[in-house]
């Protein structure tokens, strides 16, 4: 069973920045490399929502359109690692954050948090106004 720990989060001014990290343990995942991995947050009241996605190799990200132009998701496949890095953040933004990584192996992520049965503790940001 993969088991992905998140990190980073915290209070942040609006139109501040924080980078959360994502991170797998490499003593249940050692072909991470080869899965793609994305990013969810969940904020009070509201269901999981999808928000980056980036392939295996990290050459193909995506974004949902609510953060698009103020995230940059990357990877570094040889500590097992996928950062957020969120820019220019909102109150809207205010959620607790989750990473996952896909059931299958070169393709990308699913957008639907609902296909997903285990998650992390996630990492709160709190975004003040």
């Known amino acids: 069973q993969v088991r992905l720990s998140e990190s980073g989060g915290g209070l942040v001014q609006a139109g501040g920045s924080v980078t959360l990290a994502c991170v797998a343990s490499t003593h249940t995942f050692s072909d991470f490399s080869d899965y793609s991995v994305g990013w969810f947050r969940q904020a009070p009241g509201k269901e999981r929502e999808f928000v980056a996605s980036?392939?295996?190799?990290?050459?193909?990200?995506r974004y949902a359109d609510a953060v698009k132009g103020r995230c940059t998701i990357s990877r570094d496949n040889t500590m097992n690692t996928v950062n957020l890095q969120m820019d220019s953040l909102k109150p809207d933004d205010t959620a607790v954050y989750y990473c996952?990584?896909?059931?299958?192996?070169?393709?990308?992520?699913?957008?639907?948090?609902?296909?997903?049965?285990?998650w992390g503790q996630g990492t709160q940001v709190t975004v003040s106004s």
């Open positions: 996952n990584v896909a059931d299958t192996r070169g393709v990308m992520i699913s957008r639907r948090a609902s296909d997903f049965v285990s």
């Open positions: 980036i392939s295996p190799a990290g050459s193909i990200p």
